[in-house]
């Protein structure tokens, strides 16, 4: 059972490139989100997603997109890489929303922009 | 909007004592989720125990349990035979049961621990 996974686990991108963070979770949650985390902060919730096809904001989701055209897969897209984006990206995911159930999380991305 | 507050950025403890880690949080709802996380140097986030606000009963879970005060908004955590392997930074989590929440988890700072042998 892989449970959550991320790719890739490193990055380093120039000022003004785009790219996309992979997230996919095998055990058939409604519920992913994706959260950044920053020295000497907990982490921050960026995006997070209710079931397929339904995406919202979470508390800091400026330069950032989501989709989730199916149960399993939640990308988030870079549009336009700024240095204040320099952070470790966690993906995560939990049975249900509104719940005790806890977040499963993916190993994280390390992404520096330069 | 909810906050969790960590106040100890740093612990240490000698292998096999107990050591408690505090974590407060300020809400106005009456139904909710608090959780402890264990990051490790790997990175990877750990659950490490869970409490529902509903239950009145602290949670544990082997070697670690929580002290759950309601009323004082205060979740701690107790770490008894401290190991080698518990080494991590410590994240307290609260999450709410509302729709209008996202479903979030709303973290604190940290609590970096250090098992010494």
């Known amino acids: 059972n892989a449970g959550v996974t991320q790719t890739p686990k490193f990055q380093v991108l120039k000022t003004g490139q785009s790219m996309t963070l992979q997230c996919a979770q095998d055990m058939n949650h409604e519920y992913m989100s994706w959260y950044r985390q920053d020295p000497g902060m907990g982490l921050r919730l960026i995006h997070y997603s209710v079931g397929a096809g339904i995406t919202d904001q979470g508390e800091v989701p400026n330069g950032y997109n989501v989709s989730r055209s199916t149960t399993e897969d939640f990308p988030l897209r870079l549009l336009s890489a700024a240095p204040s984006q320099t952070s470790v990206y966690f993906c995560?995911?939990?049975?249900?929303?509104?719940?005790?159930?806890?977040?499963?999380f993916g190993d994280g991305t390390r992404l520096s922009i330069l | 909007a909810q906050t969790v507050t960590q106040s100890q950025p740093e612990m240490s403890v000698q292998e096999a004592e107990t050591v408690t880690l505090s974590c407060t949080y300020d809400t106005s709802e009456s139904n909710y989720y608090l959780f402890w996380y264990k990051q490790p140097p790997s990175r990877q986030m750990i659950l490490v125990i869970r409490?529902?606000?509903?239950?009145?009963q602290n949670a544990t879970e082997n070697r670690f349990s929580v002290n759950f005060q309601k009323a004082a908004k205060s979740f701690s955590l107790k770490i008894s035979d401290s190991q080698l392997g518990d080494t991590a930074m410590y994240f307290c989590?609260?999450?709410?049961?509302?729709?209008?929440?996202?479903?979030?988890?709303?973290f604190g700072e940290g609590t970096q621990l250090t098992v010494n042998p």
């Open positions: 989590a609260f999450r709410d049961s509302k729709e209008t929440s996202g479903s979030r988890l709303t």
């Open positions: 995560a995911s939990s049975l249900l929303p509104y719940s005790n159930q806890p977040q499963h």
């Open positions: 409490q529902e606000a509903y239950k009145q």
